[in-house]
């Protein structure tokens, strides 16, 4: 009797890797969660030191915190390793209070997109219902934002994300001929106070619901941004928008159906003043440029919004001059998720 060659190793382990990818991002949920990273930002710590000002009860906190070591977000101290303190990573993205805090995602995908995922062959197989998106979709922002603490979680998420496409935008779209610009869907202010920020000349108004008027009002007086960047409350699908030179939208078009994204260009179309440009950042897909991680994440936001259509660079372009504008610039930018950049003018 002979057998069949065994495939090489190789194979079977990066598939081995794969079905246990969770393992990696369960670590760093579960250190976000407990405030590790806070705790080490004043100095090194040993087991025992932890164990006890995080509450760990289980045998496996060492192994745990040497998980963290291997994954390059602990280190030891001046190589002892019965001590552990932040990496030079950790301590830039994941300590509170760091400019490029990225812990308000993370605790987001651990208490929310972990566990839409956890159902993705529910979703698959039975529709919108699986998906999670009564919870978690556009829908729910009003019920999330009456209570000011769960809104200040889902602000952190869209911080984190908001953070890097500002710099982008500050350095791609040419602001020179433009002195004010409306942020749809500008949550607390994120994104809008930092353009503010990298262009003196500009003022912002951002446009969302009332519930996030107190948390935008925090964030600009903590960036001494006062009678430059303001909000305004309404539904952007139905009330007035501000007039303004410039608009600025994002991650907010697909998660409405294509009869309302289109009228909401034209609506945005009507209140641009004339030569006033159009900013849309979003993920869209190109077949040139396909990754991994382009398709997984317009799968988790299509998971989230309770979807399952994503638009091309081509569909964004027709739908913006559609509307009426003039396509002067398309291009991907180096944020976060990869997003696509549009910059249109009002013809």
Known sequence: MTTSPLAPVDQARSLLLLNTAYHQAKILHTAVELGLFERLAGGSATVEELRQ?????????????????????LEAEDGDPRRYRNSATAAAFLVPGSSEYLGGSILQHARKHYHVWAGLTTALREGEAGSGA???????????YADLDRARQIMAHFDTFTTFTADELARRVDWAPYRSFVDIGGARGNLATRLALAHPHLSGTVFDLPALAPLCAELVTDRGLDGRVRFQGGDFLTDPLPAADAVVIGHVLPDWPVPQQRALLRRIHDALRPGGALVIYDLMTDPASETVHDI???????????????????????????????????ERIDNLLGDWLIVAIKS
Do not use: C
Not at 134 to 144: D, N
């Open 134 to 144: 009564e919870a978690h979709g556009p829908e729910a922002y009003p019920q999330h």
């Open 296 to 330: 997984l994440q317009r799968l988790n936001h299509g998971l989230i919004r309770g979807d399952s259509s994503s638009s091309s660079v081509a569909e964004y372009r027709s739908s913006v001059e559609e509307a009426g504008f003039t396509v002067r610039q398309a």
């Open 53 to 73: 000002k995080l509450s760990l009860a289980h045998p496996l906190a060492a192994e745990f915190l040497n998980a963290l070591v291997a994954l390059g977000l």
